[in-house]
């Protein structure tokens, strides 16, 4: 395969903040960049030099979007379709399967127990007969979707079939996967950057916090065993493979039990919120990466150059007359570096920006992101 190199043109499917943090990543790297984007005000627009402001399944735009040397996407729920019929014409990464795996849960797990990778126990629920005098083995559990969920939407707690029933109902009578609650100790996720079966690197597993089903911090390294650490790269890398990817690919975790057992929990097929640490704290951003996979050249050096962690800034931290937040907390801290999406209304639950906080070692940072976080806050 030959490489891609600069100035050429590469597109991307969706300009939300990962479309943009990939945009600024290319054109440091010397690439041309051109966003498919229908919001007039896509974030990544700002910065690409061309915004095709069109639905993601537009024929004309998607016919420009071909003339690109490459394209890949930002996000996973766009058409796998589009996807496919690019490939056609110019080279692709993920490919258009991949993320039409990563967009159903019923083939995402289907995919990680194929590879030969434990998950949750679970029950795929497609019809209301599905739901059976079976089904209490998984309770307490989780409802979930199998399209269209993410961060905590289409999620529905049960502890009773009748519940599942009722939830089953709540979603509409949409295809769903019911998963049994684990003994969850910790979240963590890992970052592949894969171009071939010999050009695979990881970055450090996250240990991650979630509230309301958001992630709140990325804290690197994790504060977890290094066995367990490499045995997440291990199941990551070996999950990668096994559907053949290229590109960015983000595989979460939870860690189960006293004997701190790993279970997949579900993949995304791009670079991931929890890998935003990567810009600040290590040797190459996932944003590069996905720039170089998708060029056709190895990934770069994922080494950790500072032990850090991520905080996400949603949008309640807006006072409610439009105040902005404390912004001075993180800006005078020395060791934080923020990063604000430019996204023109803040609404709660929407992630408006992240910042960084670099320390000694992982409490520090977990500790030191904390307080910075709470000193954000304008809602007071």
């Given at each position: 395969m030959k490489p891609i190199l600069p100035p050429a043109m590469l597109g991307i499917l969706g300009g939300?903040?990962?479309?943009?943090?990939?945009?600024?990543?290319?054109?440091?790297?010397?690439?041309?960049?051109?966003?498919?984007?229908?919001?007039?005000?896509?974030?990544?627009?700002?910065?690409?030099?061309?915004?095709?402001?069109?639905?993601?399944?537009?024929?004309?735009?998607?016919?420009?979007?071909?003339?690109?040397?490459?394209?890949?996407?930002?996000?996973?729920?766009?058409?796998?379709?589009?996807?496919?019929?690019?490939?056609?014409?110019?080279?692709?990464?993920?490919?258009?399967?991949?993320?039409?795996?990563?967009?159903?849960?019923?083939?995402?797990?289907?995919?990680?127990r194929k590879a030969g990778l434990p998950t949750?126990?679970?029950?795929?629920?497609?019809?209301?007969?599905?739901?059976?005098?079976?089904?209490?083995?998984?309770?307490?559990?989780?409802?979930?979707?199998?399209?269209?969920?993410?961060?905590?939407?289409?999620?529905?707690?049960?502890?009773?079939?009748?519940?599942?029933?009722?939830?089953?109902?709540q979603h509409g009578g949409v295809a769903c996967v019911l998963e049994k609650m684990v003994d969850l100790r910790a979240e963590i996720s890992v970052i592949v950057c894969r171009l071939d079966s010999r050009h695979t690197a990881t970055y450090d597993p996250a240990e991650n916090r979630h509230d309301n089903g958001i992630l709140s911090y990325s804290t690197v390294p994790a504060r977890l065993p290094e066995t367990v650490q490499r045995q997440a790269r291990q199941m990551a890398v070996r999950l990668a493979d096994a559907l053949d990817y290229v590109?960015?690919?983000?595989?979460?975790?939870?860690?189960?039990?006293?004997?701190?057992?790993?279970?997949?929990?579900e993949i995304a097929p791009r670079p991931h919120n929890s890998?935003?640490?990567?810009?600040?704290?290590?040797?190459?951003?996932?944003?590069?990466?996905?720039?170089?996979?998708?060029?056709?050249?190895?990934?770069?050096?994922?080494?950790?150059?500072?032990?850090?962690?991520?905080a996400n800034i949603l949008g309640d931290l807006w006072g409610g007359n439009g105040g902005e937040p404390h912004w001075?907390?993180?800006?005078?801290?020395?060791?934080?570096?923020?990063?604000?999406?430019?996204?023109?209304?803040?609404r709660n639950g929407r992630k408006m920006g992240h910042f960084t906080v670099l320390a000694d070692t992982a409490d520090q940072a977990y500790a030191a992101a904390q307080q910075l976080h709470a000193q954000l806050d304008n809602t007071e």
């Open positions: 939300g903040q990962l479309g943009s943090m990939f945009t600024v990543a290319a054109k440091t790297m010397g690439y041309r960049v051109t966003v498919l984007d229908p919001d007039p005000n896509a974030p990544a627009a700002r910065f690409a030099d061309c915004h095709l402001c069109a639905p993601f399944d537009d024929a004309v735009a998607l016919k420009t979007l071909a003339q690109c040397a490459a394209v890949t996407t930002e996000f996973e729920n766009v058409h796998a379709q589009s996807m496919r019929d690019l490939a056609q014409h110019t080279r692709v990464s993920p490919s258009g399967d991949c993320v039409a795996i990563a967009q159903n849960r019923i083939a995402e797990k289907a995919w990680i949750a126990p679970y029950q795929t629920v497609e019809r209301i007969g599905d739901i059976d005098e079976g089904t209490a083995q998984y309770l307490p559990g989780i409802l979930k979707t199998a399209t269209l969920g993410y961060d905590g939407k289409g999620q529905i707690r049960v502890r009773t079939v009748a519940e599942v029933q009722a939830a089953f109902e590109g960015v690919l983000a595989v979460e975790m939870f860690v189960v039990g006293d004997a701190q057992d790993l279970v997949v929990n890998g935003h640490h990567t810009i600040d704290a290590c040797a190459a951003s996932q944003f590069q990466q996905q720039v170089r996979l998708m060029c056709g050249l190895p990934p770069a050096d994922t080494r950790l150059l500072s032990p850090c962690t991520m001075e907390a993180v800006q005078q801290h020395p060791s934080a570096h923020l990063h604000l999406y430019g996204k023109t209304a803040a």
